[in-house]
């Protein structure tokens, strides 16, 4: 079974504050997406990327960043926190199937 | 970019029922994927049926790709069945998009 693992599961920051959620895959996926989930939105893609040193926007990129150093390792990254980013994010790594880590819960005070 | 709708958006069953869960998309897809999503949990993928007829277990998807739809057949459902269905769609890009889910709920 392929394993996701998302880092921290929750996280406090400040309005204003640099957030980082990491997330890592063991099964040699290209594919990895960074999701956030609202109530009444489903979920909603951020970016994405197809192998190590790519990135690609989703439908909602603007204020966060994506860096995949490696195959294994794909972060999103809040620059400057606000709280309308206050929200569930997903990180899935997969080819075909998609496999989800266990989300990280963050919120922006 | 790719659409995608499902219906209806929460359902309330009893032990035994039967469920049909929908989901219509606006473009062409080549993977279609149901998730369940258990109450303030991950995903975890069920089917994957881009086309045609698939069974698992008491889960049954049928998709016809020309009509842009697809359905979710829970048979004799269980309380432990309970949560969030998602369909998802593979887009021009191959990004998989998202519908906002049928809630179920499933009473003993």
Redesign the interface.
Known sequence: EAAVTQSPRNKVAVTGGKVTLSCNQTNNHN?M?W?RQDT??????IH?SYGAGST?K??IPDGYKASRPSQENFSLILELATPSQTSVY?C?SGD????????TKLSVL | ?QQVQQSPASLVLQEGENAELQCNFSSTAT?L?W?YQSPG?????LL?NPSGTKHTGRLTSTTVTKERRSSLHISSSQTTDSGTY?C?IDGN?????????TKLSVKP
């Open positions: 594919n997406y999701y009444g939105h489903g979920l909603r893609l994405y690609e989703g439908d997903f899935a075909e199937r998609l496999f989800f880590g266990h989300g | 970019g993977q994927q998730f949990g991950s995903l975890v993928s994957s998602l998802a890009n191959n990004a998989p998009r998202f519908g906002a889910g």
